[in-house]
């Protein structure tokens, strides 16, 4: 089973450089490819919306509306502008990291290898949680906050696996195989996993049994799929008023309508 760095190399001796083609409800991430292209993906379509250039992150985090954050194979910690996908170099981790996730906290979390590490926002700098997340976790990816703790992607079995990890212990239960190799990227969105294959499979993955379900294909992503992140949302005001009302009615149908029409490696 390959992890990110070993599925980069190979595909860039491939020079692989072309898109890939193409039960929930749709949500809308972010994206990281193994070109730099940064963009978002609707889970329901697979369509991917560029937004700008990062230049190769083995995977990125979202902090808020508009601040997310990327690592790239050498440790290096980026700041990214997500309007512009502009990007500002805050240190160097010290340590191996190809997953990325922010606690409920804004606290920012990575796992490499075995094990789950802190980062500090000012630095850059990584320190281990614990002594492990625990045999035979090996850190395919990408980690996911879903309130209570992480999810985890692991290059262990013949698939990748799906772990849950306690962010202050740093310890990690094995849930089940996901059933899809390289998933470099996940997300947790209105209450659903979301997988993202290097090759572009939008999967749904069940967090009591670790298995993936394919719901969708990215489409219009250059190279392949590095890394992922969820979209913030931003609060919608209460109504007040029977016109607010309307007004979040007709938002909801006009949503509803929109809806009925319409992947170097990380190791």
């Known amino acids: 089973m390959m992890m990110k760095q070993t599925f980069f190399a190979l595909m860039g001796a491939m020079a692989v450089g072309a898109g890939f083609g193409g039960g929930a409800e749709a949500a809308t991430s972010y994206l990281g490819s193994s070109t730099g292209s940064f963009g ?11 937004i ?22 050498s440790g290096n910690l980026f700041e990214i502008d997500l309007a512009t996908a502009g990007t500002t170099l805050l240190g160097n981790a010290g340590s191996f990291i190809n997953g990325l996730g922010f606690d409920d906290s804004g606290n920012l979390f990575g796992t490499g290898n075995g094990s789950l590490f802190s980062l500090d926002l000012g630095t850059g700098a990584a320190s281990t949680v614990g002594s492990g997340v625990g045999s035979p976790f090996s850190s395919s990816g990408d980690i996911a906050y879903d309130g209570s703790q992480f999810f985890a992607t692991s290059n262990d079995g013949a698939n990748n696996s799906l772990w849950s990890i306690n962010a202050i212990t740093g310890v990690g239960t094995r849930i089940g195989d996901i059933g899809f190799e390289s998933v470099f990227g996940l997300t947790y969105q209105d209450s659903t996993l979301f997988g993202f294959t290097a090759s572009g499979d939008i999967l749904t993955i069940n967090t009591t049994t670790g298995a993936g379900l394919d719901i969708a294909d990215v489409t219009g992503l250059p190279g392949f799929v590095t890394g992922a992140s969820p979209t913030v949302a931003t609060a919608v005001p209460e109504p007040t008023s029977l016109l607010g009302l309307l007004a979040v009615g007709a938002l909801v149908t006009g949503a509803a309508v929109k809806r009925k029409q319409a992947p170097s490696v990380k190791a």
């Not at 978002?40 to 560029?50: M, S």
């Open 40 to 50: 978002t993906v609707d889970t329901d379509t697979g369509v991917f919306t560029e």
């Open 52 to 73: 700008g250039n990062t230049g190769q992150f083995f995977d990125i985090a979202t902090l808020n509306e508009t601040t997310g954050y990327g690592i790239t194979s």
